[in-house]
């Protein structure tokens, strides 16, 4: 049904999250479930018959955030068993390495993380489109320290951007004191567009000077925002990453 709504509402392309990680042994090959890699073929080939590009992550690896050596091998393991997998699929199926590494995932760790998962992945996709992210929950701060794989020419970059987080996460279960941001609104003052603006030309600009495109992977309000505030942001946010 979503893919139907996504289509008929003019996209053309769906971030297809999927927690691969709750679905797969936890040792050695760490084989991931026959049954589940067939539920997310179903979702792939119905976003694929429905028009959309789709873009296939590994998404709330939680352990790996927390213990990076202590997954590492798991982590690749299950980026040689996807990218086989998918190896015959048409070349509008993507391949994002991780969803938004973080915490004990610094910088240096996910760098040489991400070079060793995108060679596993050229093994048996030489040309497909790989996706990856700056550290921090994609930050658009840590983009500058994000290292890629050179000479290669079918990599994109991806951030997300939540900011002001008083406005987007105001009111959010999952972070820590939200409740005292509920009210805050967004109406596009010039203050509030030109700090936009500041971030977007900044990453930009580091694409730019990288030679490689830009993928905004995640961006929105949460719904105890009033509506207003979010239609204004969400707007702002699209158009301004358009015009860039």
């Not at 390495?97 to 050229?122: G, H, I, K, Q, S």
């Not at 700090?195 to 580091?206: E, K, N, S, Y």
Request: glycine share 6%.
């Amino acid at each position: 049904e979503y893919f139907r709504l996504m289509r008929d509402a003019g996209f053309d392309a769906v971030r297809l999250p999927v927690r691969w990680s709750d679905y797969a042994a936890t040792n050695a090959p760490y084989t991931i479930e026959p049954a589940f890699f067939a539920t997310v073929d179903a979702a792939v080939q119905t976003a694929l018959s429905s028009g959309l590009a789709v873009v296939l992550n590994v998404h709330h690896y939680e352990e790996l955030n927390n213990q990076p050596d202590a997954h590492r091998e798991r982590f690749l393991a299950l980026w040689g068993q996807i990218a086989a997998h998918y190896r015959e699929y048409p070349g509008i199926l993507a391949f994002e390495l991780l969803n938004e590494p973080c915490r004990e995932l610094n910088d240096e760790r996910w760098n040489a993380l991400a070079a060793d998962a995108f060679a596993v992945v050229r093994a048996s996709n030489p040309k497909r489109i790989v996706i990856i992210g700056s550290t921090q929950w994609n930050s658009v701060e840590k983009l500058g320290a994000l290292r890629l794989p050179e000479n290669d020419g079918r990599i994109i970059a991806s951030f997300h951007y939540y900011k002001p987080m008083q406005l987007t996460h105001q009111g959010a279960e999952w972070v820590d004191g939200s409740d005292r941001w509920r009210g805050t609104t967004w109406t596009g003052t010039p203050a509030q567009l030109a700090a936009l603006r500041a971030d977007l030309d900044g990453v930009a600009a580091w694409a730019a000077s990288n030679g490689v495109p830009l993928y905004l992977g995640e961006f929105g309000v949460y719904m105890t925002a009033d509506m207003t505030s979010r239609v204004c942001w969400t707007a702002s946010v699209a158009r301004e990453a358009e015009r860039r």
